[in-house]
């Protein structure tokens, strides 16, 4: 699992939600819509750029290119096709006319999938990216996109056996279905699946959908099965981060200390997340989190690093062996390390 992306709060969102600060494009370039829609339709591998700049730019358009796009998923399949679903994908909420041709894509695509897909190596390769730029659309759409819950639910459940798609359909579910409860159940079940990617986007689709879901967790944390005590402990920490009441997420603290001495690397590294979201600074904690930056694994040492960080001036303690760890080994632990020492020394705003 890449570490950074296992943690780091910049990796929560949804890359569907990002919009370029660029001023070059918007609604007042509607006109330009028939001429982008073509280079986007005819662009092929020697100008496949020229296609990615057309949906990205009618993109950041948005809602006036709706229409013009829903008009090429009804014209055709193949490369325009995807463009047209990325489009609206990046476009958002206002894309939300549009969910159900895409509600229809993906339910088409996960059919043929089901059946293992085409025999063409090629054409299967297309047919699963078709499947997770479907999810990415709908995610970006986010609760507008309500209907579509049951067709990304069945997706998880079977027939997906690409992780890229397995987790774009995830992330769309704990977007669109912000608050429902009902969905933890069926997110949970991911916990034990074998691919590490696919557990942590499960946890952060729990933690989305699921502020009510701590007892649940905390079960789960000490489960046998070292694949969903991680998930459990990730969902705990991510829970803290989209800012679950604190009085709610109380009683897991100790579960959630207590795995900072877990048998398995990525439990640790799940603690250590979890325990530096969780945890207001408190001397046990910190004295755990520094006997973690001297961890055999360097997921562990890293995850310590950003725990620390994240606690400020409450860890000063814990300087002297961040110190150490910026001469780690590992490149990502010494950069931790370096950024933990700076947020922990600096000064207090208005401070001298």
């Known amino acids: 699992m890449n570490k950074r992306r296992a943690i780091r709060e910049e990796a929560r969102p949804h890359p569907g939600l990002f919009r370029s600060d660029s001023t070059m494009f918007g609604e007042n370039a509607a006109p330009a819509i028939p001429r982008l829609i073509l280079v986007m339709r005819e662009a092929r591998i020697a100008d496949a750029m020229a296609g990615v700049n057309a949906r990205n730019a009618l993109g950041e358009i948005g809602k006036p290119a709706v229409n013009p796009l829903l008009e090429v998923l009804t014209t055709e399949r193949g ?127 729990v933690a989305r959908v699921g502020r009510s879901a701590v007892d649940e967790l905390l079960k789960l944390v000490h489960s046998p099965d070292q694949r969903v005590r991680s998930a459990a402990l990730f969902a ?24 900072l001495a877990d048998k398995d690397n990525l439990c640790r590294m799940a603690g250590a997340y979890a325990v530096g979201v969780l945890a207001d600074g408190d001397a046990q904690t910190i004295k755990a989190l520094v006997t973690l930056l001297k961890d055999k694994d360097a997921g562990v040492r890293f995850a310590s690093a950003e725990a ?30 370096d950024e933990a020492v700076k947020k922990i020394t600096a000064a207090p705003p208005g401070g001298k």
Request: net charge neutral.
């Open 79 to 205: 490369p325009g096709a995807d463009q047209a679903i990325l489009a609206l994908g990046r476009i958002g909420p206002d894309a939300a006319p549009a969910v159900p041709r895409l509600r229809e894509i993906y339910r088409q695509l996960h059919d043929v999938l089901l059946r293992r897909g085409s025999r063409d190596s090629a054409v299967l390769t297309a047919q699963i990216a078709g499947l997770r730029n479907t999810a990415y659309a709908l995610g970006s759409i986010g609760p507008a996109a309500e209907s579509a819950l049951p067709d990304l639910l069945l997706g998880i459940d079977v027939g997906i056996f690409d992780r890229h798609a397995m987790t774009e359909s995830l992330a769309a579910i704990g977007l669109i279905g912000a608050g429902r409860t009902e969905l933890v159940g069926p997110l949970v079940k991911k916990f034990a699946h074998p691919d590490t990617t696919v557990r942590r986007e499960a946890a952060i689709a």
């Open 308 to 337: 620390l960080g994240r606690l400020g001036p409450k860890a000063k303690d814990a300087v002297p062996v961040l110190q150490a760890a910026q001469g780690d080994p590992d490149a990502d632990v010494r950069q931790s390390a």
């Open 236 to 259: 705990i920490g991510d829970l803290a981060f989209f800012k679950c009441p604190v009085e709610k997420l109380a009683p897991a603290l100790m579960s959630v200390r207590e795995a």
